[in-house]
């Protein structure tokens, strides 16, 4: 694997080039116009380096990108092009380059892992069995995607995820994520002449954020946190509405379950409100069991590179690998950038690793077509 190594270290301003093209066209989630146009960016890209044109889905409006080669997935590798960046941003930070680092809205998460994701496919031999799948909305949920990852990965033998490392680790697993809504309906009334003939929707709301705390279980690595609460109309007018969002991060499939079925057991505990819950699971757990045998190999191979050692570290957030591993398929993640401050700003990649990882992700590739059943 060295001379791959040192071709990919060869060619990494030609990656950086690919890097500024990406993140030089704003994809903000909620920007059809900038999705459309960085996509379109990203098939010449793809166009260049692998030599065919991926396919192109429409869901809901947004653009999701597949290149496939072979009749049957057997490595797919997944991405997303959506930031968290609104329109505009450019302006005031430019893709640079300084000190050995490329900075840029989204340049950590996650185009720098799209950009390495490619490169590596271009120094694996052979193609036969590789899917690559980035899509447009993965900071909101993949709502429209979700389906077609699933579709897509079912059966393979694994899911590398491009997302960006954890401080150079990979991401062997990630909590499920619940996302939940808990509007509470009252009755208005004055509240100095007389407050007895409301139905006090914040009092009730209340209620509802305080049983929020007992379904958490944090030894067992499950979270229940209200985040976003709003109720009432005026100072002086008992409330007739309220509504609270609650997060839910959860190791286990089984726990996500049990969180959900105590949700939507919650009752109201104010006379005359009416509690009404909306949301649910919107990903399934990865389990370090899923990708327990793909860092294994992980570590093997970087060894043989000469870039190890790997880290390893379960996070709390969610990413496609859940809904890979939610279908069966070992799923291994954070295979993407080497940096920091992801969603945050500055947000930066360490060019030197770029070749690494590319390099890593190839070995990985191959490793894994190679060893397809007779």
């Known amino acids: 694997m060295g001379p791959v190594l040192d071709e990919l270290r060869a060619r990494t301003p030609a990656m950086v080039d690919a890097l500024a093209r990406l993140t030089g066209i704003e994809s903000p989630s909620n920007d059809p116009d900038g999705i459309a146009a960085c996509a379109k960016e990203l098939a010449v890209l793809g166009r260049e380096l692998l030599g065919t044109e991926p396919e192109w889905f429409e869901r809901g409006g947004r653009p999701h990108l597949r290149w496939s080669f072979g009749p049957e997935p057997r490595v797919v590798l997944i991405g997303h092009l959506d930031t968290v960046w609104p329109t505009g941003t450019l302006e005031r930070w430019p893709f640079s380059v300084r000190g050995g680092r490329a900075t840029g809205p989204g340049v950590f998460d996650m185009k720098a892992g799209i950009v390495q994701g490619l490169f590596a496919l271009t120094m694996v031999d052979d193609l036969d069995g590789v899917t690559v799948l980035i899509n447009s909305d993965e900071e909101i949920g993949s709502i429209t995607s979700r389906q077609l990852i699933e579709d897509t990965a079912v059966g393979a033998a694994a899911a590398l995820v491009l997302e960006p490392s954890a401080g150079g680790a990979l991401k062997t697993g990630r909590k499920g994520v619940s996302i939940y809504e808990i509007e509470v309906e009252g009755r208005a009334a004055h509240a100095g002449l007389e407050p007895e003939k409301g139905a006090n929707a914040v009092i009730e709301l209340a209620h509802q954020v305080l049983a929020m705390e007992a379904l958490a279980r944090p030894v067992e690595g499950t979270t229940v946190t209200p985040t976003l609460i709003a109720g009432g109309t005026t100072a002086n007018t008992v409330p007739a509405t309220a509504v609270l969002s609650v997060d839910v991060r959860a190791l286990q499939p089984e726990e996500q379950q049990r969180v959900d079925a105590e949700m939507r057991a919650l009752v109201s505990r104010v006379p005359e409100t009416t509690v009404?819950?909306?949301?649910?699971?919107?990903?399934?757990?990865?389990?370090?069991?899923?990708?327990?045998?793909?860092?294994?190999?992980?570590?093997d191979l970087a060894a043989d590179l000469g870039i190890g050692p790997i880290a390893k570290i379960a996070v709390g957030g969610g990413s496609d690998g859940n809904f890979t591993a939610g279908v069966g398929v070992p799923t291994l993640d954070g295979l993407g950038a080497v940096g920091d401050h992801a969603h945050g700003e500055g947000e930066y990649v360490e060019i030197a690793a770029m070749p690494e990882r590319a390099a890593l992700v190839a070995a990985l590739t191959s490793e894994i077509c190679a060893s397809r059943p007779a």
Do not use: Q
């Open 276 to 299: 009404h819950l909306r949301g649910g699971p919107n990903r399934p757990p990865l389990p370090e069991a899923m990708a327990a045998d793909l860092y294994r190999l992980a570590v």
